[in-house]
């Protein structure tokens, strides 16, 4: 038994795409964020005469920060876009899954560097690992898709959401 599901034409799914996408860039470059604490560790290196020499912070993942929570879905949900715009393109299931979390993190990536460029915002490496990690969750379609059947949306309408095959 598969799934069939509806394959929405091509124009369609990279709309959607690029709709995510703009929403993204439009929160991460031009909106000026609220203000949330910074959640770090903070390690001090000492000689041996027990004076603090050197204090580095290092950013921590923490998904109770509802920032890491928006990075996450966001990002996950540009890679199930991704997933789904490339559903019936020629390529293995693993160079889909390759090329679609390259371009969900690599826009994460520009992204955070982008806001280098805005006054009120602040580039991280932690909130590249954590758009990362929404895609990386989001590679799980990859899993489900070998057991659905995509049909187009017309024909999907006319003949109903199950089909045993």
Not at 19 to 41: D, F, M, N
């Amino acid at each position: 038994m598969s799934l069939r599901l509806p394959l929405l034409p091509r124009p369609i799914r990279w709309g959607a795409v690029l709709t995510v996408a703009a929403l993204i860039g439009y929160w991460s470059l031009i909106t000026t964020p609220p203000t949330i604490p910074q959640t770090s560790l903070a390690i001090t290196t000492t000689p041996e005469t027990e004076t603090p020499v050197k204090t580095v912070t290092v950013p921590l993942i923490d998904f109770s920060h509802p920032a890491q929570q928006r990075h996450a879905l966001a990002y996950a949900t540009l890679a199930l876009t991704l997933a789904y715009a490339f559903t019936d393109y020629d390529l293995s299931t693993t160079n889909k899954a390759i090329l679609v979390f390259a371009l969900a993190t690599g826009y994460g990536a520009l992204m955070e560097f982008g806001q280098l460029f805005h006054p009120e915002r602040v580039a991280s490496l932690t909130d590249v690992a954590i758009n990362a990690l929404g895609v990386t969750l989001s590679l799980g379609w990859y899993a489900i898709e070998p057991y659905a059947r995509f049909v187009p949306i017309l024909e999907q309408l006319n003949t109903g959401p199950i089909s045993r095959t």
